[in-house]
């Protein structure tokens, strides 16, 4: 497969149905009380007469099967209001962090009321599609903005949410191309593959079969578990009987269950693909070998600097080093638009943010292109309109809500289970 290719797709209406398609590189074309009086500027929209302050809540997984993505979401919050704070550009940021943790255990029905509560304009969050469907809802009827970085689900392309639904991911009709184009190009041809029995699983294997299926591969066996169970015997004898020559693992942290049991069947480690619910560092969490094993998941490259900074908030926060930065990149780029939309539109209630985040990220095509916080800031200020590009790459939101550029890497296991990029 080729390091980069693209694919364009017809910008949808809100109960459109999207097609997509793409690799590694794709670029799709498609609350609380007014924060102050607003004076107009220019063409920008309006600036506040006076500082705003945004309250903004995490719904983010500090416990649960997705509990390896909560520290580098969380940093990436962190860093951005630090540095926000620090700009002091007329607004401020007042965060409240929570716990989502997944559909489970549901820590999340704790979290979003208190936010509720709280009067928090956006939440960001959850990292599970599966968890905020289960809150969505419930935030649209209150008024407040739900902006994931981490939602994949192409079901919230279409969903009923009043304009208050964003995110910085890119819909698994993006992924799943790539994972069963770089499947097929590794010169597989029978699969079998797992899943996890929701939003997230069934979409991500419904669109791997199908982009498989459609080089000249079978998929020869597939089996579904739902989050909460213990046992996989069941799944893993479904696909050990067909003896496929790869396995696609659509999972979270039931993998480390799964793959041992695979291994054990005789199927080859370094035959699994993996997907970004279970693509971390396993080290010895998992009792096999998986060198050779590949995986994909949303985000570019980061710099070395940006990680750093991610990293020095964090553990100043008290907490260890990091281990992981997915997501940390499109929860950095989640909080900033949330701020800079609140500055073009000189208020801090939701809706007059939510219609100001697709100007912001240059998805109305005017603006001018600017990368941080404090930069775009002083283009608001000036009376100017603002075209964020963030760490998770141009984002340039469609009128869903999605952004309509991203990357999706290609990463593989070495003897260490620890993985490295190599697309």
């Known amino acids: ?105 549901k820590a999340f029905e704790t979290t979003v009321p208190k936010l509720q509560s709280a009067g928090v304009s956006a939440m960001i969050g959850a990292a599970a599609s599966g968890v905020t469907k289960l809150f969505l809802d419930s935030n649209v ?71 498989f299926e459609s080089t000249g591969g079978t998929v020869v066996a597939d089996a579904s578990y739902n989050d909460g169970d213990a046992s996989f015997d069941a799944q893993v004898a479904t696909i050990a009987a067909a003896n496929p020559d790869a396995i696609v693992l659509i999972t979270f942290d039931q993998f480390a269950t799964i793959a041992p049991l695979l291994v054990n069947a005789g199927q080859d480690a370094s035959n699994f693909y993996l997907v970004d619910g279970n693509l971390k560092q396993w080290g010895d969490q998992v009792s096999v070998n998986l060198a050779g094993a590949k995986g994909t998941t949303p985000g570019p490259v980061l710099s070395d600097d940006f990680q750093e900074r991610l990293n020095a908030a964090w553990t100043a926060d008290g907490n260890s080093d990091l281990t992981d930065f997915s997501y940390a990149a499109e929860s950095y780029d989640a909080t900033v638009l949330l701020a800079l939309a609140a500055l073009a539109s000189g208020s801090t209630d939701a809706a007059d943010i939510a219609g100001k985040l697709r100007e912001v990220s240059g998805g109305t095509g005017d603006g001018e292109k600017c990368t941080s916080f404090a930069a775009c800031a002083d283009i608001i200020l000036g009376g100017g309109t603002a075209d964020y590009d963030g760490y998770s790459g141009p984002i340039t939101f469609d009128e869903n809500g999605d952004p309509t550029e991203a990357t999706i890497g290609i990463f593989q296991f070495g003897d260490d289970n620890m993985h490295t990029r190599i697309n």
């Open 1 to 105: 497969m080729g390091a980069f290719s693209r694919a364009t797709a017809a910008t949808r209406s809100r109960k459109s149905k999207a097609i997509l398609s793409g690799a590694a590189l794709v670029s799709a074309t498609a609350l609380a009380l007014s924060g102050c009086a607003s004076t107009p500027e220019g063409d920008g929209g309006t600036t506040p007469a006076e500082d705003l302050t945004l309250k903004i809540g995490t719904v983010l997984p500090q416990t649960g099967s997705l509990a390896f993505l909560g520290p580098p979401e969380e940093a990436g919050v962190l860093l951005a209001v630090n540095e926000i704070n620090e700009a002091a550009k007329s607004i401020k940021i007042d965060l409240t962090p929570g716990d989502s943790g997944d559909a489970d255990n």
């Open 141 to 211: 009827s209150a008024g407040i903005i739900t902006f994931s970085p981490a939602n994949t689900s192409p079901d919230f392309t279409t969903w009923d949410d009043d304009g208050l639904y964003w995110r910085t991911a890119p819909s698994d009709l993006l992924q799943g191309e790539v994972l069963g184009n770089l499947i097929a190009e590794d010169g597989h041809k029978n699969i079998g593959i797992i899943y996890q029995n929701d939003a997230y699983g069934t979409g991500l294997f419904g669109v791997v079969k199908e982009v």
